[in-house]
């Protein structure tokens, strides 16, 4: 059982079982649009707000996930059991309309951000539960690295930060090995999960963001040092 609270963003996950076939890339397949998301993906509602809207749609030919937020906020939620020593790199693309003018990733009020991308870490005792959030940041600076106002243990990196790239398919490549041992201090744990987001419920605010491409890349064995972001 998966058991994910997103609400004021403490993020708390109890993870049992769950697997991914070992490959080069472990790719978090969105589904199909006529289908609909596919069942590998879970959407955690709160029940103080009306959850963040997503659906699946076709962009140059290529499916990928819309969401839309007008004073909501909901998750999509993705099982994982994975060894980062053996696939460090988690890679995606994302575009965002425009940031929230009021948000503020120091602040809980101004705690929303138009997409992030979430690894999570599970502990059996679930306040020690830590996780990466890879934020497009609204006034963060880009590379900065901040505990989230709500869960220290949820660290918010502004991985874009501002208007100058909205409205423009980005690429992204994280190590997230590396990221954690500079963030946490040690190597990290199994991945329980992989998570995105969309939320204007701290704000009242409005955004919409797309996401695709998600995939974690195994470790290049034979460069110096292996593990690497292209």
């Known amino acids: 059982m998966l058991l994910i609270c997103f609400r004021q963003i403490v993020l708390i996950l109890m993870l049992m079982g769950g ?15 006529e289908q609909g998301i596919a069942d590998g993906w879970r959407e955690q509602h709160f029940r103080a707000t009306d959850p963040t809207q997503y659906r699946l ?41 425009g940031i929230i003018p009021a948000g503020n990733a120091l602040t809980r009020e101004g705690d929303d951000y138009p997409a992030r991308v ?5 502990h059996w005792f679930k306040p020690k539960t830590r996780s990466i959030n890879y934020i497009w940041a609204n006034r963060l600076a880009q590379g900065e690295v901040v505990p989230n106002p709500f869960f220290g243990n ?3 990196m502004a991985v874009q930060s501002g208007n100058e790239r909205a409205g423009t398919w980005i690429t992204e490549c994280r190590n997230v090995y590396q990221d954690y041992r500079e963030i946490f201090g040690d190597a ?5 999960a992989i998570a995105l987001m969309t939320d204007t419920d ?3 605010g409005e955004a919409r963001a797309w996401y695709a491409d998600i995939r974690l890349v195994a470790a290049d064995k034979d460069a110096d040092p292996p593990l690497y972001c292209p």
């Open 19 to 33: 697997s991914l076939v070992q490959a080069a890339d472990l790719r978090l397949s969105f589904g199909d649009p």
């Open 57 to 97: 749609l076709e962009d140059g030919g290529e499916v990928v996930l819309q969401a839309e937020s007008r004073k909501q906020a909901s998750g999509l939620v993705y099982e994982i059991d994975v060894d980062l020593a053996s696939y460090p790199i988690l890679v995606w693309r994302w575009k965002v309309e």
């Open 118 to 122: 979430y690894v999570v870490f599970p």
């Open 154 to 156: 949820a660290r918010m």
């Open 188 to 192: 990290p744990p199994t991945a329980g």
């Open 202 to 204: 701290n704000t009242g």
